[in-house]
């Protein structure tokens, strides 16, 4: 296999087609070959899968080598058959890779309430290579697909070492602990602590600041994988390019959110707090009246007005000290002449749409990203199985 | 006027055009012709529009005698102008009326942002007639809608009284203290104490259990007026009269929500209290992956159990113990086979779906009401002004 994406030492891996739903491939495994610090974080869902407990108890010891993925079936709510899919899809891939099971997280992502063709898994998974290639992370990437449009990686370097990240979305979209599937894989050494700490700092501001559709999933599982082989990396740089390689995989599935037509960027600045913030900057992108707006480009500052407001427990948000932009054209308070918003409007019919919002309190900031609403979305998801 | 909608004694009012926009009614104003007593409720939004503000003080002291609207402007976030022409609004229909300006409440819906082109609204209110005539309940309702397709008046008798309530929607519903606009004149004769507590606690299970697109207008007002003059009546009759008089008008603004094809109902019970039931019955309806499920006519269960296990913090909520139905189909926990399925399908042809929740906890319940999500709501949003 010949990755276009950089991969770091030490990675190998397989991806394929189990036959799950389609011809395409279905089934990617990322293995390093030597030992491996992990930091993972998982969905909250009271209905998260099986996949996400077993990696969950996996991961906890903070080793593990990779992850593999069955895509277009979530396996989820799927009682005790789920379970022991589960457990059997990390077994076989952990015994063709020559590694504990615990080594391996597992994920899956597709359609709930249905067991997996386990005749299928087990057929496919039983004709694995006895040793795995250099892993391909552009086709594992492409492989994790449900109503994406395209494969979803990024990649930087630090120091000696290589970071490169792969993700999906694309729809049931706001993830409180992590985004749907996302795994980083890096030969940078660090200790698992500092890599802990420095992965939930950019899991913060990255994915959890990501909202295509209000809908949490049941499957949400990122993880970070470093093997070492590169030597020790400047943590301050490594979490810089950690930060880079996620917010651009982030921006990637809001600009792939299902039916977007627009990304859209919402900053909010002069909080009381960074938390006051994101909670005000998720309650503009989430609004469905804003993203309607901003699918029309419409420079409807006064929806934007509307859903600063439904913050009702945010009591020192005072409407006199609001401002409200798009790009650079500020439409509240100052008086939205007809060429102030025609400018705003220009701004709009972009791809990017920056909605600022200042709250005029004290200097807390977050930013969020998602993406527009469009006729798309329910195409999709009203026609999308059982 | 003549109204098909009883208009109980003692109310009096106008309707008509002002020219906000277009040639159709955009003002109605209805006055008891004697003190009455007052209940209500205001959206909790911190862009509540100087017509809230207002309204809220003059229904401070229980006693009202009506209400007058003007619709296709909302007259929120205008400044200080905004906030003078509500005071304008409310002294010069006082004035028409004969009524102390502290006895009228205001209220206003439409776009935000905008100041009342205030002469036409001048010009229009010292030409009210010197004497109201009777209510015309019906052209009242016609007069306050928006994107509305449709008037909303609902009536009921409590002995001898009458009770009749009017409403309009049908976006920016997820009200927290009211909806958009619903207004009830009776002539029974309450306490104020009693009239506000029945009415507190029917908001909560009618107005407070609507959604439509999860956006919390900064206009939502609800009031009753009671001028007493059928005298005193049962006041469970009377409850439970109001009751079913504002759930038939939360029923037809769902049915009525901007685009919708279906009412939704979700019925959440077995929760550990009702305010629980309420978190996951709005989480469930609030759903854009479930409503969209909804609009294709899809018992996509799965999608339910996705909503439901977003409420990450219900940690007494477990998988195992949850029950999902649509209509009187259950599909989880018990097999969904293909005979399940289309028998839950068939249900979800029609124009109302309940979803049923059952969590296993104890015996908490709530029911909230909202609808599909369609491409219609993609349509008029994306289109609807600058």
Request: proline residues 5%.
């Amino acid at each position: 296999m010949s990755s276009q994406t950089p991969v770091p030492a030490g990675f190998r891996g397989v991806a394929g087609n189990i036959g799950i739903k389609d011809p395409n491939d279905d089934f990617f495994a990322v293995v390093s070959e030597v030992p491996a610090r992990v930091s993972a974080v998982f969905t909250r869902s009271r209905f998260a899968g099986p996949s996400v407990l077993l990696s969950r108890r996996s991961a906890a010891d903070g080793s593990a080598r990779g992850v593999a993925v069955i895509a277009r079936n979530a396996n989820v709510a799927t009682g005790r058959v789920g379970d022991s899919h589960a457990h059997e899809l990390q077994e076989r891939v952990a015994r063709a890779a020559g590694v504990p099971p615990e080594e391996v997280l597992v994920a899956s992502t597709g359609v709930i309430g249905r067991p997996y063709p386990i005749e299928k898994v087990r057929a496919y998974l039983d004709a694995l290579p006895e040793e795995f290639p250099p892993a391909d992370l552009d086709r594992s990437a492409a492989a994790m697909m449900t109503t994406d449009t395209r494969p979803k990686t990024a990649s930087a370097t630090v120091g000696g070492a290589t970071l490169t990240g792969i993700a999906k979305g694309v729809g049931m979209i706001e993830p409180n602990m992590a985004t749907m599937l996302a795994w980083f894989f890096t030969d940078a050494e660090l200790e698992q602590p500092v890599l802990d700490e420095v992965f939930r700092r950019v899991v913060d501001r990255t994915f959890n600041a990501l909202s295509i559709d209000t809908d949490t999933s049941t499957s949400d599982s990122a993880a970070v994988f470093a093997n070492g082989l590169a030597g020790p990396v400047d943590v301050a740089e490594f979490e810089a390019a950690l930060h880079e390689v996620a917010l651009k995989l982030v921006r990637m599935i809001a600009s792939d959110g299902e039916g977007a037509s627009k990304l859209i960027e919402v900053r909010v600045t002069g909080a009381r707090d960074d938390a006051q913030a994101k909670r005000v900057a998720k309650a503009v992108v989430n609004s469905p009246l804003v993203k309607t707006a901003v699918h029309g480009a419409d420079p409807n500052w006064g929806r934007v007005t509307m859903a600063v407001g439904k913050c009702e427990e945010e009591t020192d948000i005072l409407p006199d000290n609001v401002r409200i932009s798009f790009g650079d054209v500020e439409t509240y308070p100052a008086e939205a002449t007809d060429e102030v918003l025609e400018r705003a409007a220009q701004h709009m019919k972009g791809d990017e749409v920056v909605i600022g919002v200042g709250l005029g309190i004290a200097d807390g900031a977050f930013t969020v990203y998602g993406c527009d609403l469009t006729e798309g979305y329910i195409r999709i998801n009203a026609d999308y199985t059982t």
